[in-house]
């Protein structure tokens, strides 16, 4: 399977590609993370099945399908409890956000009822499992999500440009990065750029009216998904303040992008960036964001060797691109499938 043309080889007996229904709780108009999840799949098992994405899944729908992958165990709760009614045998998957992981499987009867429906649960990234609850643990797998490399920018030792990306809601936590802005007022070679559509009227007006008191505080509202990647491409640093996070797209394309990424201490981006990440500062904790900002600032064109955060933060992301690639992504998805459609 290492080859790049892995088949769902260890099926002996197929007389057709299996039908595959990936159930989205987010339409392609929404472009998040679940959709573009939903869509990439989709790509990465064509060659080997039929495969079709449904927001509102029907009976016949799933009365035609072999296979179910569902994302979001909550949000997508009626359809699994369906598939596994019309199917009590056939392979169901449910793929785990941040929200469910970190917060509905403890609290939703919903979000628990689709645990124990599911034959596997898939987590975004390597310290999720360790958050479900045990009698789960032994049918989970973690699948690093995929994105295309861009070739890293070449960058302005003059001036620190930092993004943060993401819907202004409480999840993300952009009252971290609005105050990290205040605090680090002063230097001039600072600036901070903020992506995200306005979801919370509160955040919103924040993030505008810093925009008009703070001369290096930029907010520019939500964007096309290619011109936040070459914003991602060509700042020095992102910055992910989160609260919760499943496996954030934003980190993976930085660090495809050759960008190094500030992370709040969660266990959702330690996940991503791995436990020994030098640029982690503890949630909700600006003060510690600013002090890792300047410290990127002040060593980024020195010679000295004496720190050069910047440049650790940078190798130590591009030690980790692999993880993110589409073939680490399609040989960890074909894998399960073989594993389940053998069984």
Excluded at 249 to 265: D, F, Q, R, W
Excluded at 279 to 302: D, K, P, V, Y
Aim: proline share 4%; hydrophobic share 35%.
């Amino acid at each position: 399977m290492k080859d790049g043309t892995t088949q769902f080889t260890s099926v002996r007996v197929q007389s057709k590609r299996p039908r595959i229904l990936i159930v989205s709780p987010a339409n392609q108009a929404q472009n998040n993370g679940n959709w573009r999840t939903a869509e990439r799949w989709s790509q990465l098992l064509s060659k080997s099945a039929q495969v079709s994405i449904q927001i509102e899944a029907d009976d016949e729908a799933i009365r035609s399908a072999d296979f179910m992958i569902a994302l979001h165990a909550r949000r997508s709760a009626s359809f699994i409890q369906r598939w596994r009614k019309i199917h009590p045998t056939k392979p169901l998957i449910v793929v785990l956000t941040g929200t469910d992981l970190y917060r509905d499987i403890d609290q939703n009867i919903e979000a628990q009822t689709s645990l124990n429906l599911a034959d596997r649960l898939v987590v975004l990234q390597e310290q999720g499992i360790k958050h479900l609850p045990v009698q789960h643990q032994s049918k989970a797998r973690c699948i690093f999500q995929s994105t295309r490399p861009w070739k890293p920018a070449i960058k302005s030792d003059k001036k620190l440009r930092l993004v943060m990306v993401g819907h202004l809601r409480s999840e993300k936590s952009p009252e971290t990065f609005f105050e990290a802005a205040r605090l680090c007022a002063s230097p001039k070679n600072i600036e901070f750029h903020l992506i995200g559509g306005g979801l919370d009227a509160g955040l919103l007006k924040e993030a505008q009216e810093l925009d008009q008191q703070l001369p290096h505080f930029h907010y520019h509202g939500a964007l096309p998904h290619q011109h936040t990647r070459r914003w991602i491409r060509n700042v020095h640093l992102l910055i992910h303040p989160s609260k919760m996070e499943g496996g954030a797209h934003v980190i993976m394309e930085a660090i495809c992008s050759g960008t190094p990424v500030l992370a709040s201490n969660i266990s959702g981006n330690i996940g991503m960036l791995g436990s020994h990440y030098a640029g982690f500062f503890e949630w909700g904790n600006a003060s510690q964001l600013c002090e890792l900002i300047l410290r990127c600032q002040e060593t980024q064109s020195s010679s000295e060797p004496k720190d050069r955060l910047l440049d650790r933060l940078t190798n130590q992301c591009a030690e980790r691109a692999d993880l993110f690639s589409r073939h680490h992504e399609q040989h960890s998805l074909l894998e399960l499938m073989n594993e389940l459609l053998s069984a």
